[in-house]
């Protein structure tokens, strides 16, 4: 029988046992023994090869599988910037083919740089390296046997605080009691934290469909709206507000000055990301934090605004700024400057999962966002597979399972998938 770290283990096992000193030694090698036994042996990093990557759209959301010769795969997800992606997914994925999925940051390396005059900057094509890399990262720690959080170096905590969207602007043109109300229900589902949109195209009040100029009127109906929600949640509840970057520079100002008495755990976006000058510029006239970047790519899109000191918490998107890893990347780079990462969130709970992993592995991880549609419509249980609540008491609870810890429903997922695109063929 040729000689293995289990045969040898269990000889030295067996020499000790015959020793004076047995009952102390008898024990020697076992805990790596029991390891070895546990270590999946289908995941050998040798023999484990890339065959397939397929794909499915639903919604605004891009969800890849990539699959191996040993009936493992890895799931991961992108959002917003994926329409018309179906090509890119397709080439992207022939590349793979035959390949050890195990190096991650390699691929994602190499998949940017090779893209240098194909869009790899930014936009569609980075989202889409997005959804391979949370996949790949899902598929190591499956052949691995490891949470994705201990293959990005370990976990801070074992839980990460969301706040609740709470996607008022469903509801057209709401009046301050309807923020209230919302606020109030947010609460008594257990959130800490609360986030409202203040934007309007369709306020009665404003002049000009086009001009993001707010008017009086405007400008009195966003702080009516806030300070109901500070009434009625008292002091101690966060509240987030968003002006999604439609407001210019002026509007932006007051917008953030007129806020700082309802103490707001940030105003985010109130104007467009392409700026840093002008954000920099809001930040420095206001006590209100300032928060972006959600439309932000790769961590050399954050490097300007942090070195300007032109924002103060920061909100990439972990579904479309380039994935696991270089999330990690631009959180880490964001804790040289002191600022909180407070990762933009509008995906699955497979998304969600995924940026939990990273926001459990860096230090200066602030709040997760969540969506209140995710409580309340059926699509987002149906469309993935997980055992326990989504969020309790206003928190995510990590996975310890191997990869993300989420798997999607396929089934689930074709009822509510895209028209007209092939779906994981």
Same mark, same amino acid.
């Given at each position: 029988? $040729?000689? =293995?770290?289990?045969?040898?283990?269990?000889?030295?096992?067996?020499?000790?046992?015959?020793?004076?000193?047995?009952?102390?030694? +008898?024990?020697?090698?076992?805990?790596?023994?029991?390891?070895?036994?546990?270590?999946?042996?289908?995941?050998?990093?040798?023999?484990?090869?890339?065959?397939?990557?397929?794909?499915?759209?639903?919604?605004?959301?891009?969800?890849?599988?990539?699959?191996? +010769?040993?009936?493992?795969?890895?799931?991961?997800? !992108?959002?917003?910037?994926?329409?018309?992606?179906?090509?890119?997914?397709?080439?992207?994925?022939?590349?793979?083919?035959?390949?050890?999925?195990?190096?991650?940051?390699?691929?994602?390396?190499?998949?940017?740089?090779?893209?240098?005059?194909?869009?790899?900057?930014?936009?569609?094509?980075?989202?889409?390296?997005? %959804?391979?890399?949370?996949?790949?990262?899902?598929?190591?720690?499956?052949?691995?046997?490891?949470?994705?959080?201990?293959?990005?170096?370990?976990?801070?905590?074992?839980?990460?605080?969301?706040?609740?969207? =709470?996607?008022?602007?469903?509801?057209?043109?709401?009046?301050?009691?309807?923020?209230?109300?919302?606020?109030?229900? !947010?609460?008594?589902?257990?959130?800490?934290?609360?986030?409202?949109?203040?934007?309007?195209?369709?306020?009665?009040?404003?002049?000009?469909?086009?001009?993001?100029?707010?008017? +009086?009127?405007?400008?009195?109906?966003?702080?009516?709206?806030?300070?109901?929600?500070?009434?009625?949640?008292?002091?101690?509840?966060?509240?987030?507000?968003?002006?999604?970057?439609?407001?210019?520079? $002026? =509007?932006?100002?007051?917008?953030?000055?007129?806020?700082? $008495?309802?103490?707001?755990?940030?105003?985010?976006?109130?104007?467009? %990301?392409?700026?840093?000058?002008?954000?920099?510029?809001?930040?420095?006239?206001?006590?209100?934090?300032?928060?972006?970047?959600? +439309?932000?790519?790769?961590?050399?899109?954050? =490097?300007?605004?942090?070195?300007?000191?032109?924002?103060?918490?920061?909100?990439?998107?972990?579904?479309?700024?380039?994935?696991?890893?270089?999330?990690?990347?631009?959180?880490?780079?964001?804790?040289?400057?002191?600022?909180?990462?407070?990762?933009?969130?509008?995906?699955?709970?497979?998304?969600?999962? !995924?940026?939990?992993?990273?926001?459990?592995?860096?230090?200066?991880?602030?709040?997760?966002?969540?969506?209140?549609?995710?409580?309340?419509?059926?699509?987002?249980?149906?469309?993935?597979?997980?055992?326990?609540?989504?969020?309790?008491?206003?928190?995510?609870?990590?996975?310890?399972?191997?990869?993300?810890?989420?798997?999607?429903?396929?089934?689930?997922?074709?009822?509510?998938?895209?028209?007209?695109? $092939?779906?994981?063929?």
């Amino acid at each position: 029988m $040729p000689a =293995t770290r289990r045969s040898f283990l269990s000889k030295a096992a067996l020499a000790a046992a015959m020793t004076p000193f047995a009952a102390v030694t +008898n024990t020697f090698g076992q805990g790596l023994t029991n390891a070895l036994d546990k270590t999946p042996r289908h995941s050998s990093p040798s023999d484990l090869k890339i065959t397939d990557v397929k794909c499915g759209y639903s919604g605004g959301g891009l969800f890849v599988k990539i699959f191996t +010769n040993q009936d493992i795969w890895g799931s991961g997800e !992108a959002v917003d910037a994926v329409g018309g992606t179906y090509y890119l997914v397709q080439r992207l994925g022939r590349l793979l083919k035959g390949r050890s999925p195990l190096t991650p940051n390699r691929i994602f390396e190499e998949f940017r740089k090779g893209a240098f005059f194909g869009g790899g900057q930014s936009g569609m094509y980075v989202a889409v390296l997005s %959804a391979f890399d949370a996949a790949l990262w899902d598929l190591c720690g499956k052949a691995l046997g490891l949470p994705v959080h201990q293959l990005l170096g370990g976990k801070f905590r074992d839980k990460v605080r969301v706040y609740c969207d =709470t996607e008022l602007y469903a509801v057209r043109n709401p009046k301050p009691e309807d923020y209230a109300k919302a606020a109030l229900q !947010a609460v008594a589902n257990g959130y800490t934290a609360v986030k409202f949109d203040i934007d309007s195209a369709t306020d009665p009040n404003k002049f000009d469909r086009y001009n993001w100029t707010a008017s +009086n009127a405007e400008l009195e109906r966003m702080y009516e709206s806030i300070a109901a929600v500070r009434k009625a949640v008292g002091p101690h509840i966060d509240i987030c507000v968003d002006m999604h970057g439609r407001y210019d520079a $002026p =509007t932006g100002r007051k917008v953030a000055k007129m806020m700082e $008495p309802l103490n707001l755990m940030w105003l985010e976006e109130p104007v467009p %990301a392409d700026n840093i000058d002008v954000y920099k510029t809001i930040t420095q006239e206001t006590s209100t934090p300032i928060c972006g970047g959600e +439309n932000f790519y790769l961590a050399y899109g954050y =490097t300007r605004l942090l070195e300007q000191a032109a924002i103060d918490i920061i909100m990439p998107d972990l579904q479309k700024c380039g994935g696991l890893g270089e999330g990690q990347r631009i959180a880490n780079l964001a804790n040289l400057y002191y600022t909180p990462f407070s990762p933009h969130m509008v995906g699955s709970f497979l998304g969600a999962m !995924a940026s939990a992993h990273v926001c459990a592995t860096v230090p200066n991880f602030h709040i997760l966002e969540w969506q209140t549609l995710s409580d309340t419509e059926p699509k987002w249980k149906e469309i993935i597979t997980y055992d326990k609540p989504f969020i309790e008491k206003g928190f995510l609870v990590l996975s310890d399972k191997p990869g993300i810890g989420v798997e999607l429903n396929m089934e689930g997922l074709k009822k509510y998938a895209t028209p007209n695109i $092939p779906f994981f063929e």
